[in-house]
């Protein structure tokens, strides 16, 4: 591995103004300046909400991973931080129904939960979640979410305390979110570019 140099940050710092992955083509929406610092308000208004209890953090995997480590590491109140995983998007629309390949393995009873997702489209996979976890008698559940599509929203009952950006309806990637699997690890939020008709 080459020593880190200066001039290396120039290319950390700027990002691509369009991408394209697979079929389709996308441009820069969020910077990872105004993700990271609407992230940090989150993380001040949840350190102030939780002062004196322990927080424990329940991550729905994939599209959470950087949205929750970027959040975590801001947070001073005491915290646990869990996994679950969860699948509902083919393409670029939800499937309607909400499959569980990993399950979480601590005990939620008596706790405060706060479930960090990525993005709240229809609501549905939240919804699924929180019926289940209600099931083990937690002492309070929140929801944190980078991004939400408010006009997608099918479960107005959601408790969507912390969000980070209202978006519209536009499938968007990067930051943890993907296409068909790919644009993940893009630095910052981009947006579908789309095809004019006619
Ligand atoms: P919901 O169950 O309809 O709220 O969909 C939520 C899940 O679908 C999110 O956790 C994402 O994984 C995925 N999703 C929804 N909208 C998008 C998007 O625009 N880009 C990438 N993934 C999305
Ligand atoms: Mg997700």
Redesign the pocket.
């Known amino acids: 591995m080459q020593p880190f140099r200066k001039e290396r940050l120039f290319f950390t710092l700027s990002h691509m103004e369009k991408v394209k992955i697979l079929d389709l083509e996308f441009s820069s929406f969020l910077t990872k300046e105004t993700l990271e610092s609407r992230i940090a308000e989150l993380a001040e208004a949840i350190d102030s909400d939780y002062q004196g209890s322990t927080v424990v953090f329940v991550a729905?995997l994939?599209?959470?991973f950087i949205f929750t480590s970027e959040l975590v590491k801001r947070c001073r109140v005491d915290c646990e931080v869990n996994f679950i995983r969860v699948k509902?998007?083919e393409n670029?629309t939800?499937t309607g129904k909400?499959t569980e390949i990993m399950g979480l393995e601590s005990d939620l009873r008596g706790k405060h939960i706060i479930v960090l997702?990525?993005?709240?489209?229809?609501?549905?996979?939240?919804d699924t979640l929180l019926r289940k976890f209600a099931e083990e008698k937690p002492a309070s559940i929140q929801i944190a979410s980078l991004l939400m599509?408010p006009d997608?929203l099918q479960f107005p009952g959601l408790p969507l305390k912390y969000i980070g950006f209202e978006i519209p309806n536009?499938?968007?990637?990067g930051y943890g979110?993907?296409?068909n699997g790919l644009g993940r690890n893009l630095p910052c939020i981009y947006t579908l570019i789309m095809e004019k008709e006619g």
Do not use: A, H, P, R
Not at 117 to 126: A, R, S
């Open positions: 729905v994939n599209g959470s509902s998007y670029t939800s909400v997702e990525d993005i709240v489209d229809t609501g549905l996979t939240l599509k997608k536009d499938f968007v990637v979110l993907d296409y």
